[in-house]
């Protein structure tokens, strides 16, 4: 079942412990807490046995500053409930790619994570992980 909000879109592949997102353009402070929100809640069943989060960010645009502070804390909360695993799926973003290594930095994540050019690519990885 998809989860939509003004080009964000939060998912759970069926049978596996892997949530993903992805966000078309720009993204918003509010629109970041939402998925924030949408990750805890799509993720809550398998907070104890671990799960894994996968986000494509290749049609995604740079944030700004205060857009970074909140993917922090976002990335901050899915460890703190249970996350094992974050993949980016980067597509030709590089910038973005290079803002969401910044965001992992920040955050002090102790997690797995990497970076790929597909989604298929993502999945196969992290279900060696989860």
């Known amino acids: 079942m998809t989860t939509n909000n003004k080009g964000m879109s ?20 509010d629109e970041i807490k939402w998925l924030t929100n949408q990750l805890l809640f799509h993720s809550a069943k398998y907070k104890n046995s671990g799960w894994a989060y996968i986000v494509d960010v290749s049609k995604m645009n740079p944030v ?8 922090v804390n976002m990335t901050k909360s899915v460890i703190a409930n249970g996350c094992k695993a ?17 965001h992992q930095k920040q955050s002090n994540s102790t997690i797995q994570e990497k970076y790929f050019a597909t989604e298929k690519e993502a999945i196969a990885w992290v279900e060696t992980i989860i």
């Open 86 to 102: 974050m993949a980016f799926v980067q597509g030709g973003a590089f910038m973005t790619t290079a803002q969401a290594q910044q």
């Open 64 to 71: 700004t500053p205060d857009i970074s502070v909140e993917l």
């Open 10 to 29: 939060v998912d759970v592949i069926v049978g596996k412990a892997i949530v993903k997102s992805a966000k078309v353009g720009t993204a918003t402070a």
